[in-house]
């Protein structure tokens, strides 16, 4: 009864969104408060009742309601925005020719992503921007954008075939504006620059004759969502719209005066130009960080940060903070003649995202520190009990752990027969009682921490037993969570507090070619 009369209410906020009426927006608004008291389970079987108008609708308020609580600091250039889908919900994006969801978790930092969903259907998928992000760009020097490709696909093909008009795609009426990236996305989470003050790389057509003609007014902005043959995947996390002035760099985040809690600080330096840099020099809060200990993309070890390439640090301090107290912890990025190569050594701080796009022939660096907070609860300790050490010696199959169930087990894996460079995989099903992964490489330095995974009610019966909450539902997989290097034995620490509960997990070992 009570989901026929929400249906029934929601019928009529769109009559009412229809003709434009006051009543419409505080229907809405008095509807999404709503919608956010349910549990997990709860709102998907509402969502599973609403038209896709309404859905469109949920989407637009959810993403509009979480802007309104979370800090972001605003572009000095008031025409640049910055767009997140970390969180969940699509941000009022469209596909076109592709699928869009956002699972909630995934992503550079594990709260979600815009996935697409291409199919084999000869044509090119894109994502299509809302209206919000479209107008005057006059005022943009580039766009930044958080992206890979899918693990599902075949060969790479280049955006201008099956119908494709780019890895970029601007309009502005007639007039038409497409670029392409220099190399193919890979199937990790990179950043790509988009030059907006200069025209190479860019194509033009339908009249125009440059750039700033489609920029003074922007009325269709594409994402290419497809880049691989056949049934395909994408994922976009991130997009930035930098103007003249750069964004300034402090993430803002609050926590509870008096309230133990837990701080994990991601730092991320990457490599965007054409250009291997070697020995950068990475420091948080002054600390120079041990560039053998980062975890790094790609295969290689050494201490050249080459092209593409992403190297990410992960620790997690416990504070108690008093009021009115603030916590600065800033990370630099710092190469070798910085003065004659960096274009812009003066961006080279953040305690978020610092971009630098190269000249030819310069090095492009950028650094991403990110930090979440989570208020522990004062739980008993969890004990943990070791399994027998397994073997991995194969590349490209999933190899499964005996499944576990009540308090901690720790499973050591002997990875001395795989070759460096080899990246792990892990899917995992919690079920229903929530439980948590953990994953550790080299043995006491964490990569993964899933959180707890399960059904919300669950929660709400024993939150002492799950401090911080639920991070999402049971069944997930996290693709890309360390390379080896020297180290043979990394370990998974799965922890379920609560009688009953199962749990089951296996892992994949990507080899390099």
């Not at 899918?150 to 504006?177: C, V």
């Not at 300034?248 to 291997?276: C, F, K, W």
């Not at 020995?279 to 809060?285: G, L, R, S, T, W």
């Amino acid at each position: 009864m009570l989901k026929i009369l929400l249906v029934g209410f929601i019928a009529a906020a769109m009559l009412l969104v229809g003709a434009g009426t006051a009543c419409a927006d505080q229907a809405w608004i008095d509807f999404v408060e709503y919608f956010l008291t349910l549990s997990i389970e709860e709102q998907e079987q509402l969502r599973s009742t609403m038209t896709p108008d309404e859905l469109a609708y949920l989407e637009q308020m959810l993403s509009e309601q979480e802007s309104a609580t979370i800090a972001i600091p605003p572009l000095h250039n008031t025409q640049g925005k910055k767009v997140s889908f970390a969180g969940g919900g699509t941000g009022g994006w469209t596909g076109e020719l592709a699928e869009l969801s956002n699972p909630g978790t995934g992503g550079p930092d594990g709260r979600g992503y815009l996935h697409a969903f291409a199919p084999a259907d000869g044509r090119v998928g894109y994502y299509i921007a809302p209206a919000t992000l479209l107008g005057d760009w006059s005022d943009l020097t580039a766009l930044r954008l958080v992206m890979r490709t899918g693990p599902r696909g075949g060969r790479y093909y280049d955006p201008y075939s099956y119908g494709g008009r780019g890895d970029i795609y601007l309009a502005s009426g007639e007039m038409t504006a497409s670029f392409t990236f220099t190399s193919p996305l890979s199937e990790h989470w990179e950043t790509r620059l988009v030059p907006l003050d200069a025209e190479e790389g860019w194509r033009f057509g339908g009249g125009a004759g440059s750039l700033a003609e489609v920029l003074e007014n922007v009325t269709a902005f594409h994402v290419r969502a497809e880049y691989l043959v056949g049934d395909a995947d994408a994922g976009l996390a991130e997009i930035e719209m930098i103007g003249h002035t750069a964004r300034d760099p402090i993430q803002e985040t609050t926590i509870t005066a008096g309230v133990l809690t837990q701080l994990t600080y991601t730092v991320v330096a990457q490599n965007l130009s054409g250009v291997p840099v070697v020995d950068p020099v990475i420091k948080d809060n002054g600390r120079i960080l041990d560039n053998d200990e980062a975890v790094k993309t790609g295969g290689n070890q050494d201490n050249v940060l080459e092209v593409g390439e992403t190297w990410t640090w992960t620790y997690q301090e416990t504070v108690t903070a008093a009021a009115g107290e603030t916590i600065t912890n800033t990370a630099t990025i710092e190469g070798p003649d910085d003065e004659n190569l960096d274009t812009n050594p003066a961006n080279n701080q953040a305690t978020t995202t610092i971009d630098v796009v190269e000249p030819p022939g310069s090095y492009d660096l950028a650094i991403t520190k990110t930090v979440t907070a989570t208020e522990v609860a004062e739980a008993e300790e969890i004990p943990v009990t070791e399994r027998e050490t397994r073997i991995l010696d194969e590349c490209d199959v999933w190899s499964a752990a005996n499944s576990g169930g009540y308090l901690g087990t720790r499973d050591p894996w002997d990875i001395s027969a795989l070759p460096p460079g080899t990246v792990f995989d892990i899917r995992f099903n919690a079920r229903s009682v929530p439980d948590k992964y953990v994953v550790q490489y080299p043995v006491g330095f964490t990569v993964l921490d899933t959180g707890w995974r399960g059904v919300q009610s669950y929660v709400d019966r024993n939150p002492h037993l799950y401090p911080g909450g639920l991070s999402g539902p049971g069944q997930g997989q996290e693709d890309g969570i360390f390379v080896k290097g020297q180290e043979d034995t990394f370990v998974v620490i799965v922890y379920g507090p609560e009688e009953g509960t199962v749990w089951d997990y296996q892992i994949k070992a990507n080899c390099p070619e």
